[in-house]
C-alpha cells in the first residue's frame, strides 16, 4: 500500500520561508515523478511543481524563481523549498504519485501566509 506522509507546513508571515517535504512509502519511488498540488480555500486543487525520476523539475508559473523542488531518492523523499512566501500562497499543500494508471496523495500540510 502507498502512503505519502508531508510534513513542513506552518504559519509564517510574507517574505519568509519554509520547506516542505514528503516521505513516501509502498512504491518504487525512485523510478517515479513526484508533485507538489496546493489547494486554497474555495478554489481547486492546483499544480505546484513536479521533478521527473530524473530529477527534472517543473513550476507552474506562479511559483517559478520561488519555488524549488529537490528529491532523494536513497530516503523516498521529496521536497519543496518555498521563498518569497505571500499571502496568496496560503493553501493546503499536496504530494502526489503516479504510478501506472493510480494517482497517490498525501494527506496534505497546511501552510498559511500572514500579511
Known amino acids: 500500500q502507498v502512503h505519502l506522509v508531508e510534513s513542513g507546513g506552518g504559519l509564517v508571515q510574507a517574505g519568509e520561508s519554509l520547506t516542505l517535504s514528503c516521505v513516501a512509502s509502498?512504491?518504487?519511488?525512485?523510478?517515479?515523478?513526484a508533485g507538489w498540488y496546493r489547494q486554497a480555500p474555495g478554489k481547486q486543487r492546483e499544480l505546484v511543481a513536479t521533478?521527473?525520476?530524473?530529477?527534472?523539475?517543473t513550476y507552474a508559473d506562479p511559483m517559478k524563481g520561488r519555488f524549488t523542488i529537490s528529491r532523494d531518492n536513497a530516503k523516498s523523499t521529496v521536497h519543496l523549498q518555498m521563498n518569497s512566501l505571500k499571502p496568496d500562497d496560503t493553501a493546503i499543500y499536496y504530494c502526489?504519485?503516479?504510478?501506472?494508471?493510480?494517482?497517490?496523495w498525501g494527506q496534505g500540510t497546511q501552510v498559511t501566509v500572514s500579511s
Open positions: 521533478i521527473t525520476s530524473a530529477g527534472s523539475a
Open positions: 509502498g512504491i518504487t519511488f525512485s523510478t517515479n515523478t
Open positions: 502526489h504519485m503516479k504510478r501506472a494508471f493510480a494517482n497517490y
